[in-house]
């Protein structure tokens, strides 16, 4: 049985910009975790079919006013949530500063 975790946040930069920035988190996580991922619309769709990850998938949901990140996760990876979204939330904290 997958848990899920679900991370919301707010932002007020341009639809484009956000888009830009979800998909420099996709690549990020796909060079360290080896996730493939893709575009569907105003969502990044991604899966982890090895490593350490293995079993994860998700979306990475883009709005004119917020960004969406669930993440279906294995049981054994579920022991980990509480860092995960805390890398999580890191991430997004860190992407959506204005420069």
């Given amino acids: 049985m997958n848990k899920v975790l679900i991370v919301t946040r707010n932002h007020n930069i341009p639809l484009q910009s956000a888009r830009s920035k979800a998909c420099d988190v996709a690549k990020k996580m796909q060079s360290s975790l080896g996730i493939s991922w893709s575009w569907c619309a105003d969502m990044i769709k991604f899966d982890c079919p090895s490593g350490v990850g293995k079993g994860t998938s998700g979306t990475l949901e883009v709005t004119d006013r917020l960004i969406r ?25 860190a992407c959506l500063v204005p420069r």
């Fill in 69 to 93: 990140v669930t993440v279906s996760m294995p049981l054994m990876i579920s022991l980990m949530q509480g860092k995960l979204e805390a890398e999580i939330n890191a991430e997004l904290d």
